[in-house]
């Protein structure tokens, strides 16, 4: 069955520091990858995604994800957090085959120091 | 812009209460899904649905129905609330899109409590 794994549960940073959210998804054809945010309080939205092109995608409020297929990777980038990022983030894939599932990782909860 | 509604925030019932829990998306999407949101276990999905009156089972399944008889409502049932399904409910809907080229678009959630 596919999967998508995100191994770092909590991540506590400093404003300003860089921060990289690690995903791996375990299917070896074609998929569709997202990347949703959670604020405190607010629905899921998304912050950005990719489905095929450059490999690396930008999306809302500074973040960007690679995308890197031979390691069945989509990290998720900013390079100076504000305290205002903080919130839970996820990881999810599409499969090609499916079609409509949305397969999500277990989330990383990111704490921003001020 | 998309709205995906979902009727409670907050739901407290009563273990062996049959539950409803209703969504409704307002964009004419084809598919909708059920997710329970627990920490450390990210999203779970429960039931998806890809047309009126046709479901699918997800990943937990068990102790759940759900009911899709318009395009634009789609019901999760809890047959019988336990204490262990106390948790956070997502509703969301997409359209199928070409290769799943779509992306999904989510109520705010309700939090159920069974005791």
């Known amino acids: 069955a596919q999967s998508v794994s995100q191994h770092n549960h909590h991540v506590i940073l400093s404003e300003a520091a860089s921060l990289e959210l690690g995903c791996n998804y375990s299917y070896g054809g074609t998929v569709n990858l997202f990347w949703y945010v959670q604020y405190p309080g607010q629905h899921l939205q998304l912050l950005l995604k990719y489905f095929s092109g450059d490999p690396l995608v930008k999306g809302i409020k500074g973040f960007e994800a690679e995308f890197i297929k031979s390691k069945f990777s989509f990290n998720l980038r900013k390079p100076s957090v504000q305290w205002s990022d903080t919130a839970e983030y996820f990881c999810?894939?599409?499969?090609?085959?499916?079609?409509?599932?949305?397969?999500f990782g277990s989330g990383t909860r990111l704490s921003i120091r001020p | 812009d998309v709205k995906v509604t979902q009727s409670s925030r907050y739901l407290v019932k009563r273990t062996g209460e049959k539950v409803f829990l209703e969504c409704v998306q307002d964009?004419?999407?084809?598919?909708m899904f059920w997710y329970r949101q627990d920490p450390g276990l990210g999203l779970r999905l429960i039931y998806f649905s890809y047309d009126v009156k046709m479901k699918e089972k997800g990943d937990i399944p068990e102790g759940y129905s759900v009911s899709r008889e318009k395009k634009e409502r789609f019901s999760l049932i809890l047959e019988s609330a336990s204490t262990n399904q106390t948790s956070m409910y997502l509703c969301?809907?997409?359209?199928?899109?070409?290769?799943?080229?779509?992306?999904?678009?989510f109520g705010q959630g309700t939090r159920l409590t069974v005791v």
């Open positions: 999810a894939v599409i499969v090609y085959s499916s079609a409509s599932k949305i397969i």
């Open positions: 964009m004419d999407h084809e598919n």
């Open positions: 969301a809907s997409s359209n199928p899109g070409t290769g799943g080229r779509t992306e999904a678009f």
